[in-house]
């Protein structure tokens, strides 16, 4: 009989395609089997009761990050993969932002010495490039990916961030022939700078009008213009925490298309609104974000384009600024809406939030369920060969959810290094009692098992285009071109 080093016994388990009843073994932080009756080991975790999950992959998250503004986000990659691996994640793939002027080499070189000693998780980079020189998009970015850095984000606002369309054309080439994804922030700078400067000027400056300066149409111009980029080129492009039911929209339309098109949205569009940020005094600087919370009608639309596929990732956008000078009050106590540092902070929740108000209200099953917070990340990012299912040959990463057991969010009871939770008091159904990262348990009955530095880098392959058909003949093509070759 078959002896493994733990075997989690009695559980349910459940992948993005299927659920059924199974024990799994574990030897050398590896899923050595999965059945009924498969053998012994040196520990055993009781499993009676609950579910037995892909650990969760965490792909849009800040962690130790400048933001263009020069203010450090509050979690490190301590504090960061701490609160990660309580809200059931076993991998988390933060940003590595360039900051115009430095070049991609050095930034890879600073986020290593950030991350390695410090993440109890596995972890990768995104890069953030601001600065497409020459160097950076035809050396370092292709280098980068040999490395397993295969994705990294652009913007298309903010003045200190901005790439062009035509960089972003470059770009787009560039990542498209060595492998790599392009993410992307859309909404249009202009229209926002418009409606921030008017509504200064008129003495619109509580947090408030930060909701009103990103009007939803400049995310889905933006949008449309990112998709229209990409399918020229026929490259692949991700856009993040999408906010608007037209915006998902035009993403499905592309995907229909034939084109590389993948969508994400966020918790902040599901549970909140824009009515957040109408609190008393700076209270509403709590809640912004960009793009910003919208309305009650966005959430039931993000819960239809999870279910339909129109978007694939569901990600918190941890962005963690906290309530005093050092974060959200930066410009003073009562910052006007322009000067507030933006994001929300969500690592922990980001998968209870999913479990309570979609599998345990029916709004979407356990296997949907699996594919957000797991395995579709695992596949868009190159890691689908060893993490995100639970199956033999994979990394040991799991966790053991108690579908009842019920917690009252509260800032104290979060381990992350913040001190507020935009979802103070929620009452959530279902949470992650056991996690484990290649076979070693880092969170049990409310402890923190793990130590820093026990998360590995995790080298990723290069984005796979199959089973992406354009049906419509390339915009320049052989018959039209004269026999230029030009992308
Ligand atoms: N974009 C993000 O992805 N997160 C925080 C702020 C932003 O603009
Ligand atoms: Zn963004
Ligand atoms: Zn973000």
Redesign the pocket.
């Given at each position: 009989m078959a002896t493994f080093d733990t075997l989690i016994k009695g559980g349910t388990v459940a992948n993005s395609y299927a659920t059924f009843k199974a024990d799994v073994g574990i030897r050398d932080g590896k899923i050595a089997a999965l059945g009924i009756d498969i053998g012994e080991a040196n520990q055993t975790i009781d499993a009676k009761g609950k579910y037995v999950l892909p650990g969760g992959i965490e792909t849009?998250c800040?962690i130790a990050q400048e933001?263009s503004t020069g203010t450090m986000t509050s979690d490190d990659y301590y504090s960061g993969s701490v609160s990660a691996a309580f809200g059931g994640n076993t991998t988390i793939v933060p940003?590595a932002a360039q900051h115009r002027g430095q070049s991609i080499n050095d930034v890879i070189s600073l986020y290593d010495s950030r991350a390695a000693p410090h993440s109890v998780i596995d972890y990768s980079y995104h890069l953030i490039v601001t600065d497409p020189t020459d160097a950076a998009i035809n050396e370092q970015l292709p280098a980068a990916f040999e490395r397993g850095i295969t994705s990294f984000?652009v913007?298309m606002?903010?003045d200190k961030m901005i790439v062009s369309d035509e960089q972003f054309l470059d770009i787009l080439v560039m990542a498209r022939d060595n492998g790599g994804l392009t993410m992307v922030?859309a909404e249009n700078n202009a229209m926002i700078k418009w409606m921030v400067k008017r509504l200064i000027d008129r003495g619109y400056d509580a947090p408030k009008y930060h909701a009103v300066s990103h009007p939803r149409t400049s995310e889905v111009e933006a949008v449309r213009r990112g998709i229209a980029l990409a399918s020229f080129v026929e490259a692949p492009l991700l856009f993040?925490?999408i906010s608007t039911d037209a915006g998902a929209r035009a993403v499905a339309d592309a995907r229909m298309d034939g084109c590389m098109i993948f969508g994400e949205t966020c918790p902040q569009y599901m549970f909140l609104t824009a009515e957040d940020l109408d609190r008393q005094g700076a209270e509403g600087a709590k809640y912004c974000?960009?793009p910003p919370l919208r309305d009650t009608q966005t959430q039931i639309d993000m819960w239809r384009h999870l279910n339909a596929g129109s978007l694939q990732l569901y990600s918190s956008?941890h962005?963690p600024y906290r309530f005093d000078a050092s974060g959200k009050l930066s410009a003073g106590n009562n910052p006007p809406f322009n000067r507030i540092a933006?994001?929300l902070p969500g690592i922990e929740l980001r998968a209870p939030l999913l479990f309570s108000e979609g599998v345990n209200k029916g709004r979407i099953s356990l296997e949907t369920f699996v594919s957000l917070t797991a395995s579709n990340a695992a596949k868009l990012f190159g890691m689908d060969d060893h993490k995100g299912t639970i199956a033999p040959g994979f990394d040991a990463d799991i966790a053991i959810w108690d579908p009842q057991k019920s917690t009252q969010v509260t800032a104290a009871g979060m381990h992350d290094n913040m001190d507020y939770t935009p979802f103070e008091g929620w009452e959530l159904t279902g949470w992650p009692v056991t996690v484990m990262n290649r076979g070693r348990v880092i969170v049990d009955s409310e402890e923190l098992k793990a130590t820093a530095g026990d998360g590995q880098f995790i080298a990723r392959k290069p984005f796979d285009p199959t089973g992406f058909i354009p049906p419509r003949a390339p915009e320049i093509e052989e018959s039209t071109n004269f026999g230029a070759k030009l992308f």
């Open positions: 849009h800040h933001s940003f984000k913007f606002t903010y922030h993040v925490h974000c960009s956008d962005a933006n994001g």
